[in-house]
């Protein structure tokens, strides 16, 4: 289909009088809701529109003429948008079983016979469109965790084949792969993640770096993260939304690439046990919504549900390439010179061994 779910819904007006058209369609233009008109006068041109437009409501006029009438051009519209639901405008409402009609997407009728006024009528209309956008949203939801998903399981195989011939799996790629999606589908302008391992039989018992959308690291000074935005979301083990930074909780402290920022949508990510995981995204895009909603919120909490495992191999994997560079020379060291020497002593004694 060729018209975006973003601009709203689309409303579809068929009626063969063109004078209730007009009416119906300034009657809509006139009430404010977000949505796109299209009308046509017959089955067949609103059939072309569909096979153009996806067509979230119709409002179908019972008698089209020349044989046709609204249900069975509900049944047709229905091959291009099974979720299409409609109202039927008509004086013979008592000829469609309410069965019948609401197995096909009959959700309301408004009956000529009765008053019909632009108050009945755009009421009607309201209340199938706020049915509609809360389904709307799931579908689309649902759609694009599929779509990361899917995406996801494309690169764990490449991420477990590179772990079995031991090359680091390159996290720069696993946090960047994150941070398109989800900035993708919520109109994040920014990003930052947030790694913290604590070991306390490790030295320095804790490391904490901040990374960019792109997956490369910020050389900034961290605050601490026990009085950081990361360190309230991991307390609070859930998606965290401030939509006004500056009025962040008493004694949380903001990160050089937080400060001048609007807004923030923050999620924690379970990785393992000693490695905390948080997630930020900054301000939404201009000509969008002014900040995040409960409906980003949620769908960024589903997203780093799914990723998690991407990046829990990728920083395994960047935790075991750590220790190997960061292990003291005197170790190897050590054992090389007990190994010379356990040569040695075999040397000398078969040296000594009577003949």
């Known amino acids: 289909m060729s018209v975006s779910a973003e601009i709203g819904e689309t409303i579809l007006l068929v009626d063969d009088e063109e004078p209730v058209r007009k009416t119906f369609r300034e009657w809509l233009e006139g009430s404010g809701f977000p949505c796109r008109i299209l009308t046509a006068a017959d089955a067949e041109a609103a059939l072309v529109l ?48 309410p069965l019948d009609a609401m197995r096909m997407g009959v959700r309301d009728y408004l009956d000529k016979n009765q008053q ?3 108050t009945t009528f755009l009421n009607a209309v309201n209340k199938q469109l706020e049915r509609i956008r809360p389904l709307k949203r799931e579908r689309r939801l649902q759609r694009s965790l599929n779509a990361f998903r899917a995406a ?5 195989p490449l ?23 989800l900035m993708r589908i919520t109109n994040a302008s920014e990003g930052a993640l947030l790694i913290r391992k604590y070991d306390p039989n490790r030295q320095p ?40 930074l500056d009025q962040a909780e008493p004694g949380v402290d903001l990160q050089s690439f937080e400060r001048g920022k609007r807004s923030v949508l923050a999620v924690p990510i379970a990785v393992a046990s000693g490695i905390h995981v948080v997630l930020e995204l900054f301000d939404k895009l201009p000509g969008t919504q002014d900040s995040f909603s409960e409906e980003d919120r949620r769908l ?14 990728s920083i395994a994997k960047d935790e075991v390439h750590d220790m190997l560079i960061e292990a003291p020379l005197w ?14 002593d075999r040397l000398r004694k078969s040296l000594c061994r009577p003949a």
């Open 300 to 313: 960024a909490a589903a997203a780093a549900e799914i990723g998690a495992d991407l990046l829990r191999q």
């Open 205 to 244: 018992q804790e490391t904490y770096r901040a990374y960019d959308a792109e997956g490369q690291v910020i050389q900034t000074d961290l605050v601490p993260f026990s009085r950081s935005v990361a360190g309230t979301v991991v307390s609070l083990q859930e998606a965290y939304l401030l939509k006004r």
């Open 50 to 97: 569909a096979n153009h437009n996806t067509i979230d409501l119709a409002i179908l006029d019972w008698n089209l003429g020349v044989g046709n009438d609204g249900l069975h051009l509900l049944e047709d519209l229905y091959l291009f948008n099974a979720d299409v639901v409609a109202i039927l405008v008509t004086g013979f409402a008592h000829q469609a079983t």
């Open 159 to 181: 991420v477990r084949s590179t772990q079995a011939l031991s090359d680091p799996v390159p996290l720069p790629h696993a946090i960047g792969s994150l941070f398109r999606f």
């Open 116 to 118: 019909l006024d632009r």
């Open 152 to 156: 996801v399981e494309k690169v764990l």
């Open 331 to 344: 170790r190897p060291v050590r054992v090389c010179r007990s190994l010379f020497r356990a040569d040695q």
